[in-house]
């Protein structure tokens, strides 16, 4: 019989864990609607179809690189579909599909929710800071 140690069992549990997160469905499409350009494209996309250059004029921050990257990765997600129409220059358009649209409540409602509690969340903020800073400065006291 092959004993293991607490560290090896610990470690084992460790990496079922991270494979189990690795894995699971929910936790794959919280990493793509978490990702804030995410959020900002899907309300940039809800009223009509956009031209790639009007999501980048339109999305205050976001660089041509991480636009790019981000409708890639709604369109294999199923949540953009892209046109192009070939002209000069190529002209691509971007617009929700279905499953995009059926999103855009979710992300209402989380905005809704960070409107009325955002100033919750800055107090918890200053305190915790504040908190941290006492600590700090009583830290270097004692040392």
């Known amino acids: 019989m092959v004993t293991r140690t607490a560290l090896e069992r610990r470690e084992q549990a460790r990496f079922a864990f991270e494979k189990w997160l690795a894995d699971c469905p929910g936790r794959q499409l ?5 990702d804030r350009w995410t959020c900002l494209l899907l309300r940039a996309l809800s009223d009509e179809e ?10 205050p921050g976001v660089s041509q690189k991480m636009l790019t990257q981000t409708l ?7 949540l953009v579909s892209r046109r192009i129409t070939p002209s000069v220059p190529i002209r691509v358009d971007y617009e929700l599909t279905e499953l995009g649209h059926s999103l855009l409540p979710v992300v209402d409602v989380i905005s809704a929710w960070a409107s009325v509690h955002m100033s919750e969340v800055n107090q918890a903020r200053e305190a915790y800071d504040d908190a941290l800073q006492e600590n700090l400065e009583e830290d270097l006291r004692s040392a």
Do not use: A
């Not at 919280?30 to 978490?34: E, S, T």
């Open 50 to 59: 956009q031209r790639y250059s009007d999501l980048l004029r339109r999305v």
């Open 30 to 34: 919280l990493d793509r609607i978490g």
């Open 72 to 78: 890639r990765s709604m369109e294999r997600d199923g």
